[in-house]
């Protein structure tokens, strides 16, 4: 982890492949108008959503740490996490979906320390720490929600993906990029569309990613909590959004009760939402959770979770009845009945057991591929993993013999029997054998030339999973983002502007009082006519000050840009209302 990154003792517990995805919050880099954006949308929701967010936000801002006026300072926000058993990580937008769930699955939140620009302080589709710090974090004061979370990226991060969900992954990404970033061509913006579109269109078969990650969405980002006819807020992108917020709770949004049947909902990231699932309360979330797992891979294994593997053409792990784990890219299943019969890794493979590598069976050992039989022998009827050393010795399984072994499913194993590995239940879980042949039917899967054939034992698989058993077994720290966060370098004139916002900052704040407010207004009409936040920020001060001409002058030159600019008449007329309230409350 980069020096610059205060660690803790959650922190700690992070298993190294995900660091690569860490960078320093550079909180310096935050500008007064960034400043300003964070402070108008707090306000705004903070005001709002006291009144439609569930009772656990408000609370939590307080317990996380996350304050209305300033950004959050991560590492602040950390000392005050680690209390509910959090931390908080700086990311670059968005993480691959299983490094997501996993830093979950650990009790840490992914936040995307860059903010989104004032021209999309009403909802940005990049990830940003509005979104993140302000939306994610308060809720996980909520300890039922917060198990939630944490066993939602406990069983997510074991989703299997797809080919194509990487290729999604990668689109949506540079999407929210552009879309987020100044100036970018309208063109690009479109043919970014296009492209994500066309892929949503042609996913083919949804993965278990796709699925659950559609469950993220309908809850952790976009959820209500209680009944259809009152529902409060307590997803992350609701809480975020200044608009959404209000939107959701009209009669326009359609309101349905929470159930797996949401697993099947799609969503488009970059549009409001048509639609919102309700849950009753906490507690159902995690019960709809735990009947989707059932549905996966990870609890149901068999011919199934082996093709969902061969389809991701990605790192994963079988496991067998006896324990035993194979970890790589699974290219070919032969089946029977519908049953798996033999399953064949390409390239480098791990062996391990309990998600501990096997000694003498790392991807050095297996670094051509691994090939095995699954099931009972053929006329047997006791399992090979239940056989004792008498068992073994009947059926003339023994070391030093030479034996030929044939499976119900018609593999048949030949060669000289080295030795055999037991684990901790007395279950033998490998038998290696010299000068050995593999044959289904007239098809050779193994050669004696190849070298040891070690023959994993296991009457059927009772897991599959995303990744690797063991995290040290393979090189996991190779993720390089195909598209980055874009910074442009500022103009002189917006520089100047950001001199402004930080001179009225400065004067709210009490570090310099000798600042002409006037005078800033008069620069803002003069060189950026057009800038609305700096005057609302502005008529606050004015108008706690008692001064009349200054609030007139400030509204005048507000009206003219609500009629030059008639889309940001409603932020305005927002912001003069929240300063209006506030005075009232105070």
Known sequence: MSNSIESNPILNRLPKHLLQFIKPQNYADYSAIDQAVWRYVMRKNVDFLKTVAHESYIDGLKQTGVLVDSIPNMYGMNRILKDIGWAAVAVDGFIPPNAFMEFQAYNVLVIASDIRQLEHIGYTPAPDIIHEGAGHAPIIANPEYAEYLRRFGEIGCKAISSAKDHELYEAVRYLSIIK?????????????????????????????????????????????????????????????????????????????????????????????????????DFAHLSLVLEEFANTMAVRKGGLSGVTKLIRSEALGTVELSTGLQISGVFTHVIEAKGNPIYIQTSGETALSYREKELVGHGKSTHKNGFGLPIGKLKGINLAIEAMSPRDLRAYNIYEEKNVTLEFEGGITVSGDIITGKRNLQGKIILISFNKCTVKHGDTVLFKPEQGIYDMAIGKNIVSAFSGPADLNSFDLITHVPSSKTIHIEKTSGQQKLETLYQQVRDYREGKNRTISRTKVLEALIENHPTDWLLPVELYELAFIGNETKLCEAILNHLETIKQNKPEVGRLIDDGLGIVMKKIKVD
């Open 180 to 280: 987020e970033a100044p100036n970018t061509d309208e063109k690009a913006i479109a043919f970014a569309e296009k492209k994500v579109e066309d892929l949503q269109n042609n996913m083919g078969e949804p993965s278990e990613m796709a699925l659950i990650r559609n469950l993220h969405w309908w809850t952790v980002e976009y959820g209500l909590i209680g009944t259809l006819e009152n529902p409060k807020i307590y997803g992350a992108g609701l809480l975020s959004s200044i608009g959404e917020s209000a939107w959701c709770m009209t009669d326009d949004v359609k309101k349905l009760p929470y159930t797996i049947e949401a697993t099947y909902k799609d969503f488009d990231i970059t549009k409001p939402q048509p639609q919102l699932f309700v849950t009753p």
